[in-house]
Every structure is written in structure tokens, then in C-alpha cells.
């Protein structure tokens, strides 16, 4: 059975290799369909975008380290923190501070791709997971600005070199991920062979494709787009589909839905309009879809942080659920006043499940009712701890509406811990849901 599988996956990669390959060789042979756009602003938002991918399957691979110790798991969360850092520093960071980025990045994200591309080589488990981890954190970012600066700002012969090594270590990865699912079957390791492909033939067309500007959008930043939202679709079936002890077991099928039910969605959105580009779609009308997309995908990708953040105890509850709230209420479209009853005492469990169920009843209230304000209250009443989330909103019947996914996932999350739900609602006069936590 695994044998079928694998050749299943190795015919439908040697078909990606010769079509990315095929389109590779028409881009260089006629040099008018490689021509860039000259987008500073997309190109900040595209960077963005990797960044917060970056870091999210870094925090997606450290959790899991945490829960199994495997070095393989250590590895990639520091190729991925890495790269992602190496996005921040050198391009994200200087355009929002005004500044122009530049090309040392180049040397960090090929460092990162180093240590993924070694991945799947090691073996064993770490004793002292704890100590692991911060040493993998703090030597990513002690070891980033001497490596990234190996790439010369200005130098193109350097820069070529440093991309040149990288398309080198995907070539290995995409060789020694395929060659580890071979051997044990984990479907993670065909996505990152896929993954690595992807993104080889992207570092293959800077390469080959040299004079565009940092500031230039060009049609391989839309494949490495697609290649981090492939990523993200292949994190998210691995955590569906592994077993990490209870705890994780418990928690996979909320990262998945969270991945799957929100960035994932945007980044297909904007994988499909980077697709009309390509096939010719005036940019006058399709770039700006394609930034409205891009930017949801950046707040979408940051609410899951914050969600993991609290979830996987790397955060005080109150203090993890303030940022979310100041991140969701940054553009000043939703209003929200959050009273939190100190006394109150919350188990873990109840934690990850109030988080989420503010989450999506914020997010409600935002996205579908329209709301220009709503109230957060986690108190006491009668004896009995309670969560209540109340909107301005448009309201609706919930005798004949059932208020759609959102509403049943709030279902799912208090019945998990054993809470009793209660809803209000009417057409104009908002929205008000009260959750019960059991004594």
C-alpha cells in the first residue's frame, strides 16, 4: 500500500518537475512575459504574506517538537523562524519604516532552507526539549545578520551565488523529503518535496531572470505564494492525521480548522487571481483584488498566531486575548470593550476553548453582522462562571437561521468542555451569546 502511494507521488512530481520546468524555458526564451510590475506596496504585502507563513509553520513544527522531541521536528522550526526573520528584517521591516529593502535576506532564507534540506536526514529525539527549542530560537536570530550579510547589497554576482545554493538545498530537500516518505509513509514529507519543488523553480527564475528591482513584483513571488499556501494545506492534513498524545490529538482539529477555514481560503483567493495574471487579466482591475486578498491573508494569519500563542500555553490568557482584540480592532472598523473578572480561575482546557469562542463570535460580529461595536464579559453571575460576547449588528432570527459555520463551531467548542450555550438574537438589534462553564 505505502509502495502504491509513493509511486502515485513520484509520477505526480516528476509531472510538476517537467511542467515548472517547461514554463522555466518559455520565461527565459521570451523575455517579454517575464517583465515585473513595478508594485512596491504588493510587493510589501507578498512579503508579508511569507513572513507570517513562515512563522506559523515554524510555530506549527515547534509544537509539535514539544509534544514528540524528534530533531527532524527542532530542524524545521528553525529553517522556517529562520526564513521568516530573514523576511522581517531585510524586507518587511524597511517598508514600513520607509526605508528600501534589501537583498541580505537572501543569505538568511538560503541558511533556512540549510537546515530544512538537513531535516530529513537526522534521527532520534532530544532529552531536554525546553533547552532545545530556545537554543534553536535564540541561535536562529544570533546567526541571521552574519549570514544574510554573505549577500552583498548592490552585488549581483554575490546574490546570484547566494540564490544559486539555495536552489541547491531545495534540489536536496525536495530529493530527501520524497525519499523519507518513501521510507515512512508521513504524508507531511511529500508536501515539502512538493513544497521545495515549487520553490526551487522559483529561486531557479531569479537566477535566470536577473535586473528586477526589491521593489518589483514578479510572476515567481506568485509561485512561491502558492508554494506556502501548498505548505499550509500539507501542515494542516499532518496535524489532522497524526497522533501527538491526548492534549495535541485534542487540539490538532482546531489549528486545522483555523489553517484551513481562514488562511488557507485567502491564500487560494489570491493564488487564483495571481492565475488571471498569468493568463493575461488586465492588472488595473485584478491587482487590487489581488492586495485586498493578500492583506486578509496577513490579519487572518496573525489571529492564528495569537490563537496558538494562548493555546499552547505561551501566553497568559487575559494578555493573549487583549492582543488579539487590538489586532482585530486596529482599522478602527469594530469597536470592542473587553471585562475580564480577574478572580475568575480557568483550566487550560476552557482557556483554548473561551479564546476561540471570543475569536469567532468577534469575527461573527465583524465579518457577517456588520457590528460597530461589541462587549466582551468573562465574570461570575449566581455562582456560575460565564462568557458573553454581545454585537450592534444586523442580528438574525435563530429560529430559522442558524447562523451558519461560525455559530455551530461555538457549539462544538463549549460542548468540548462541558459549557452550556445560550443565544439571543433579532433582525437590527445585534447579537448576544452567553456561555455557561460547567462548576
Known sequence: MRDDRFQSFLRWQVM??????ATLGLFIAYPSLRRPWAEPELRLVLATVFMLAGALVAVLAGTRFSVEARRFDLLLCGGFLV?????????????????????????????????IAIAPLVRGRVR?????????????????????????????????????????FQLFAAIAFGERYRRRGEDLDQWLSVVASLLLFATLGQIFTPGTTLLQV?????????AHGVLLVGLWRAIRSSEFGRAVAEERARVAREIHDGLAQYLFTVATHASMLESGADPATTLPRLKEAALAAQQEARYAILALSSASGRAPFDSALRRYIDVLTADGALEVELDIDHAIVLGPDEQIEIFRI?????????????????????????????????????????????????????????????????????????????VVLRG
Do not use: K, Y
Open 16 to 21: 510538476l518537475m517537467m511542467l515548472l520546468a
Open 218 to 226: 514578479e510572476r515567481g513571488d506568485f509561485l512561491v505564494l502558492v
Open 358 to 434: 471570543v475569536q469567532e463570535g468577534l469575527a461573527n460580529a465583524r465579518r457577517h453582522a456588520g457590528a460597530h461595536r461589541a462587549w466582551v464579559e468573562i465574570g461570575e453571575r449566581a455562582g456560575d462562571r460565564f462568557v458573553q460576547v454581545r454585537d450592534d449588528g444586523a442580528g438574525f432570527t435563530p429560529e430559522t437561521n442558524e447562523g451558519g459555520q461560525g455559530l455551530r463551531n461555538i457549539r462544538e467548542r463549549a460542548s468540548s468542555i462541558g459549557a452550556a450555550l445560550s443565544l439571543r438574537s433579532a433582525p437590527g438589534h445585534g447579537t448576544s451569546l452567553e
Open 128 to 168: 531536554d526539549r525546553r533547552t532545545a527549542l530556545l537554543g534553536v530560537v535564540a541561535g536562529s536570530i544570533v546567526l541571521l545578520l552574519p549570514v544574510a550579510l554573505l549577500t552583498h547589497d548592490g552585488d549581483q554576482s554575490s546574490l546570484t551565488g547566494i540564490l544559486a545554493l539555495q536552489a541547491l
Open 83 to 115: 526564513m521568516s526573520l530573514s523576511w522581517l528584517a531585510f524586507t518587511v521591516g524597511p517598508g514600513i519604516s520607509g526605508n528600501d529593502p534589501t537583498s541580505a535576506g537572501a543569505g538568511g532564507r538560503a541558511f533556512g532552507w540549510f537546515l
